[in-house]
């Protein structure tokens, strides 16, 4: 079975600072990963995601997350963060395109002025 | 082109009443999943549905059950309702047999007294 464990449930950060979100999984077969956002009070936005090539995703809004197979992680990054990118945070892996999502338990990111 | 939809946005029920809660996909989207998530929680993954037939379960209780329609619309029922079934309960679509992401709607949250 998979799981997925988010290391830090809050992060606090001040504006334009860098932040870092880790994630660990566990699985016994080859994954897909995503980072997904949650605004309060909304549904879940995919942020990236990892299928296939290269080890490094980007999003259009600044963020990249780097797959470490040896690790089994998917660390997600920002290098400078606003206001607005506070939100919750979640890792999710699944074992084949279309297969169901596991998700780890979220991490709180509070930006600071 | 609308996202994901989902309706009621809100919804307050008593132990061992019954809840249907209502999803239509993404534009061209075929698949249907749906989630529940837990105040402070992750998402857990409760079923899938494709070409009208429940493709994956989750482990949860028969108490919940699904059903899609031929517009790819979806419903899931929740019978007995327990105070522990409280929850925002999340609709993600997604296209074709083996698709690579899901799109998820706002949710319904649902507060069983």
């Known amino acids: 079975a998979q799981s997925v464990t988010q290391l830090d449930s809050q992060v606090p950060v001040f504006e334009e600072a860098p932040v870092e979100l880790r994630c660990n999984y566990s699985?016994?077969?080859?994954?897909?990963l995503f980072w997904y956002v949650q605004y309060p009070n909304q549904g879940l936005q995919l942020l990236l995601k990892?299928?296939?090539?290269?080890?490094l995703v980007e999003s259009i809004n600044g963020f990249e997350a780097e797959f470490n197979k040896s690790q089994t992680s998917f660390h997600l990054r920002k290098p400078s963060v606003h206001i607005s990118d506070t939100a919750e945070y979640f890792c999710?892996?699944?074992?084949?395109?279309?297969?169901?999502?596991?998700f780890g338990g979220g991490t709180r990111v509070l930006v600071k002025p | 082109d609308a996202g994901v939809t989902q309706s009621p946005t809100h919804l307050i029920k008593t132990r061992g009443q019954q809840v249907t809660l209502r999803c239509s996909p993404k534009?061209?989207?075929?698949?249907v999943s749906w989630y529940q998530q837990a105040l402070g929680q992750g998402p857990q993954f409760i079923f899938q549905?494709?070409?009208?037939?429940?493709?994956q379960r989750g482990n949860f209780p028969d108490r919940f059950s699904g059903h899609q329609f031929p517009n790819y619309s979806s419903e899931l029922n929740v019978n007995a309702l327990l105070l522990g079934d409280s929850a925002l309960y999340l609709c993600?679509?997604?296209?074709?047999?083996?698709?690579?992401?899901?799109?998820f709607g706002p949710g319904t949250r649902l507060l069983v007294l």
């Open positions: 534009s061209g989207h075929d698949t």
């Open positions: 990892y299928l296939s090539g290269s080890t």
């Open positions: 993600a679509s997604s296209l074709g047999r083996t698709p690579e992401t899901q799109y």
């Open positions: 699985s016994s077969v080859s994954v897909y």
């Open positions: 549905y494709y070409e009208e037939e429940e493709r």
């Open positions: 999710a892996v699944s074992e084949a395109a279309g297969n169901k999502l596991t």
